[in-house]
């Protein structure tokens, strides 16, 4: 999963040396010396992001998705960045190769923009236009540009909601306090479970037909696949101006969006998380059944403590709730 998010980010525009794999294990050294086994469930391939020939950046310890967050942050410090882009690590990121409607036109033509530009482009853009700006999103967060002097004035990401709706806390705060949040459009960012069968895909090896297949059964339903595989390949054929690599890359855009639907439907968004099951024995080894449990528990008292903190049971804290920065623990409860 984690290969084939920085394989796409590559294969979209974006150079290996400006990306940062941020290895959050908490397994201290193991990877980097090579001493977990392939389906240990917090395995990281060293060797294979070297060769990428990205940044690998390790968590001193295992971190929530909130902690991490405000790592991010401590990392801007300490490398000057002035902003930053971050992602999801169960991503597929692909650029508009086939163009976009009177703004871009298809890849190898002259005008064409990679993702990475495009990315860049929001963010000049975004510098010059907006002095109050806090994020700019590309397909949610899926992928996100930051402004950490956004995140100093609201205090950071609340470390005391772990996970789940720690989001919604946060970017209702940046609101509060009057900083931006746009949408931008810089490419196809999906979100996925699955990983592609051949990464050679993601660099349009014509002998390789995008394809997934889920390792942890069940797998998608025959009839459905074929189903969806019929129409794209009529959709591709209606065409006869398209030449291989566009038709190609729009195999990849479908099979793409297959894999959000899959991971989206009846299948469970993230039981991909636990479907490693070795490891046994080895360094920093833990029960991978009972880390998810144990992740369940945790989740489910952030959403408590976000409860409490605001006197409201979901996300629309400001329209919903009427409620203001200040607001935060002191409040009574508005649902029963």
């Not at 950490?148 to 609101?175: N, V």
């Not at 949408?183 to 995008?210: F, H, K, M, Q, W």
């Not at 479908?254 to 070795?278: E, V």
């Amino acid at each position: 999963m984690l290969l084939q998010t920085v394989v796409s980010y590559i294969t979209a525009g974006w150079p290996p040396e400006q990306i940062y794999v941020v290895e959050n294990t908490g397994m201290q050294q193991a990877n980097a010396r090579g001493q977990l086994t392939l389906q240990h469930p917090w395995y990281l391939n060293h060797t294979t992001l070297g060769r990428l020939e990205v940044n690998i950046i390790q968590t001193p310890v295992l971190l929530t998705f909130a902690q991490l967050q405000n790592f991010y942050l401590s990392l801007s410090y300490s490398h000057n960045w002035p902003y930053y882009f971050w992602s999801h690590m169960d991503v597929l990121a692909i650029a508009h190769e086939e163009g976009i409607k009177d703004r871009m036109p298809r890849a190898g033509q002259p005008g064409y923009k990679s993702l990475y530009t495009l990315c860049l482009e929001e963010l000049n853009r975004t510098v010059a236009e907006d002095p109050k700006w806090g994020t700019r999103f590309f397909a949610y967060d899926h992928l996100t540009l930051q402004n950490p002097r956004a995140l100093e004035d609201i205090g950071g990401w609340d470390a005391l909601i772990p996970y789940y709706i720690t989001d919604c806390d946060t970017y209702s705060r940046l609101l509060m306090k009057k900083w931006t949040q746009k949408d931008g459009n810089c490419g196809i960012v999906t979100d996925t479970s699955v990983a592609l069968d051949d990464l050679r895909a993601l660099y349009r090896d014509p002998t390789v037909e995008p394809s997934f297949t889920d390792p942890n059964p069940p797998p998608p339903q025959e009839e459905e696949v074929k189903e969806k595989r019929g129409g794209e390949a009529s959709r591709d054929g209606g065409e006869t101006d398209v030449d291989a690599s566009v038709a190609y890359w729009r195999r990849l855009r479908d099979i793409s969006d297959r894999m959000f639907q899959y991971k989206h439907g009846d299948r469970g968004r993230n039981t991909w998380q636990s479907g490693q099951h070795g490891g046994q024995g080895e360094p920093f080894y833990y029960d991978n059944a009972g880390f998810g449990e144990a992740l369940d528990v945790l989740t489910e008292a952030g959403k408590e403590i976000f409860r409490r903190k605001w006197g409201h049971d979901n996300c629309d804290l400001i329209a919903g709730g009427g409620l203001g920065f200040d607001d935060q623990w002191k409040v009574l409860k508005d649902f029963e």
